[in-house]
């Protein structure tokens, strides 16, 4: 029988369930700079000895630790908060140890309140003090008044109330704290890690736009046109202008307008068919201009305190370069032609996917690593990602890993409309943003349960959503009825806007289409665009007198001055007993911003809203004040149960805030 | 920026939340032989690829992996079961790839019905079988047959539409299974572990006694007098009996009657303050008889088909070997007098308990050790653990899985009436059973929610209740109380120990005290006996009129002959309208069997019983015939809710059998 121990068999500590902790500490948990950050554990151990414990922590690749007490939380779980000072990574781990001297405090307390203190007690007190003194640094101030104190405890002349009364002293708690014993202390089995990225990463506005579609009528645009676009998308309140593919277009089977396969000679090609004579991922359409422009306007966008987002996209026409440089990198058919992509019977014949099985995978995932760096280089540090669930995760993981190390500051967007555990997966391997099902969560009751999920299952440590009411591959049905003037339905784009924008910190609209209403599908049944900028230039008129600019202003406006909208996870939902209308609260510190939001976009909706202390975050009684910030009315109710009436045509949505 | 990858880049499938795993794998989960082990886990690629996964597992310490195929059960999640053929571990992992060739023939089969497969197709679904067929043993029929399916694939002379035939044939599909090109598979990154207990583990009734109040009158019983008693447990059909102590028992400081602190020259002292001149734990004190007389008595019980469990309690009194031959093992007051128990202002001078912080721990594990191992060389098997949340938690892990690398068939029930937290620690470090909070559990409520938590919540993976309705330190209030005849009342007792053991399908009673109704505390608002067995002998009448003996050799009778009452997991409340009435059924096969319980032992109560479908794992519609099985009376139930009427006196409670 084995008789040996692997183990030093003194530590009676044992720490389990430390939290965050996801996959066991495969997968760092998610925060962003300034946040408060709480860890706790189940601390427990044999007997009735007092327990100590630290967080231990560090940015990664520092030598040294810090740490932070750890306090009693009840039910055996010890908890401490830090704040995240710096964007990086930060390691963590719990060391808790036996406190025998609070062990031996707490006793001798209840002892002297019996009267049953003997001179031994203080001895063994006297002995605990002196070994405080021993770790104390050498010469120290506190050195010497623990050795004073130990001395004083031990000293027989003194009567022992006395020495008692030492003993229990704040300051010699004080003093005992700062040289604990940790002999035997245990740390946990794991070092995990917490991912902390810019706040952008937590509250975002994002605005898509074609580039092509900027230009004066159908001429092609080019980034000074972009240039000129960005004081109306800055006014708006956007943060991030997001840019489809801006690389050389394949002409090899491009597909034409409303994605046929027959196009007319002038017909542009879709943004995501990459690679060209002009060059692949590295490269410029040269319509759209220089390398030079574009550095000017990422600086310019900058100016207005906004960011360019590039799209990433890897895939290749047939004409990029990579296909003759390196067909290493891809499939090959029997008869010696690259294997396009196929969603069988369906061929896409312009599109040649990249082989993730490939034996020179090193090669393949250094050159994809330096499609990155390379815009970094350019002032990039935004990245939506098209379909990375169609790309091996190992790679997504090494590959964001690797940016990060020298880039801790880039943002990747995940475009994975895909399965829930596939998108989750994405977000383990390190995407700071996903998109979501929202487009497709059309009723109160789906948006409340998707929205629980996300901000209370345990995707809530890695996972973080960014809210699209459309994107140019989505025009939902909702969005598809047509309004008595002739374009979309007001009130079904500014709901579903405000909704994404005030449910999630992070959302984002697909540009003019989204303002202009446009709400044409390609074909009844199909959720594309019809004469989708994919495929053609547009001349968007953001003037027109039907644009929803002014609200989609003001809604950012709202987020900007509320606190409370600038955060996802802490949300609350309210009952209502009109299934048609969507309540929710936040609340961060003094802030509390309650929406309620008409999902029927035809007909009035009323019913009676519950506001109680058990569901608002504030406590409180009536009456409220509340404000509706989309109108500046103030309001008074004087009880739990409100009345609202939300007229799709004149205010589909209260976004009420709630005054002191 | 480092670039050199420790991973293999090929592979491109991810597995995740692999369960059972307790703790990121930390601990074992648990089952006993014969069970169906279920292992699922999310695995997900990227694209649209077909994926393959295996269950691998093996029993501890062998080399060689088995494996069984995971099937997908939806949402991204795969399933294998297992049965479990052997005591002892068996580690298991995940291995999942991607399965070229079934993503090939699904891809084939959607262009056939769409009429556009291509020559092409067809010599890559040639290769990939000519690859199948180069792993196929050499000169195997199956590699042969591979050979020729690749080479009539291949073959350009025959139709197409013979050639995607021979691809579709559910036997092509067979070979090809057997041999999967698992270049790139991955591995789940931990190796788990189920730990396998013997069939007793799952369904045992134990019955507590004390051996020298076996004896004549109040004569010191002896293990002789035990062997007298052994066929009337048998009878009750118990199957562990387990005796407290049975060591030497200390003279200084012993405790008198009543736990009084003047004892009288006679009074045997407790049987926890173990060690005297006599010996330590090894020993047995001399009234008791010999170490021969003990296995015979071991021998004797098997021959009733029961086991005899021992009582481990590791604590000293102050006169047992150890103190003088290990003072290292205890800590010593500064008059070098060994440290006494003490939960101060309380001292309890009786008992010296060891001190598991020494620098000699190594020396106190192996002996502690050697406890447990003298008395399995004796024929025990099942040991009943004193207070182990006061001896180091990192000790008893060690020591159950050092004992069961030789010994897999031991049993330890953990005595640990502590914090949640510490007692699912202790069933995490290897603890085969625990007591609980089952005796203070004591409406319908209580019980509902506190088996809920033991069956749906992470513990069921490792915690294995075992429901005591008394211990020798335990009479909870509800058998307190006085019955017209001058003992407890009959309903308390037969309705406690009835819902320990169909809660729960391992429990246990404390003897003689609760089959003859003792009911008496030593004082008001105390849950300790009045003349406890701890301090005294006891002369029990086995054969009085009131004793329930026969009641609760019924109970034993319906467990054994129904299998729904041999597991604990699964477990269904079902309502009732009256919240004195505990209702819940359990059901294995085609086994059913629902308890109705009146928990208020003072009055009748009667309510409406909720059976639907929903709410029985057999479904079904009514009419239900239903046996009471402990009166033989049928029923036949015409709705789903049924009408029940308890009276204490006569019909405490149902058990009934739902009949096919």
New interface residues.
Partial sequence: ???T?R?K????V?I??VHP?V????FPAKRVVGDTFTVDA?I?????DAIAAVLRYRQRGKAAWREAAMTFAG???WSADITLERVGFVEYTVVAW?DHYVSWR???K??H??A?VEP?DL??GA?LVAGAGNRAPARSRNKRRLTEVADRLADETTPIHQRVALALTEKTAQLMAAYPDRT?ASTY??TLCVRVDRERASFSAWYELFPRSCGRGTTHGTFADVQRHLPHIAEMGFDVVYLPPIHPIGVTKRKGRNNSLTPEAHDPGSPWAIGGAAGGHTAIHPELGTYADFVHLVQAAKSYQMEIALDIAFQCSPDHPWVTEHPEWFIH???GSVQYA????KKYEDIY?LD????A??SL??TL?DVF?HWIEAGVAIFRVDNP???????WE?LID?VH??HPDVIFLAEAFT????MY?LA?AGFTHSYTYFTWRNSPGDLREYVTELTRGEAREFFRPNFWPNTPDILHEDLQRRGPDGHGVPAAFKVRSALAATLSSNYGLYGPAFELLEHEPVRSGSEEYANSEKYEIRDWDISANHSIAPFIQRINEIRRGNVALQQTRAITFHSCDNPHILCFSKTVGGNTILVCANMDYSSTQSGWVEFSPAAIARGGRPPFVVTDLLTDIAYTWRDYWNYVELDPERTPLHIFRLEP
Same sequence: chains 1, 2.
């Fill in positions: 029988m084995a008789r121990h183990i068999g003194q530590r009676r044992v389990d369930r902790e996959d066991g500490g495969r189940d427990v151990a044999d007997g009735h039910n055996d779980r036996i707490d006793g001798t209840k002892k309140d019996a049953v031994a001895q063994i002995a035997n089995r794991h058919r029997p008869d196929e969603n069988p019977p996917p993730f099985e490939t034996h995978w090193e995932w250094n690593l760096l669930h169609t790309k091996s995760f190992p790679f090494w690797t190390q020298d399965r829930p555990k596939r997966r383990k």
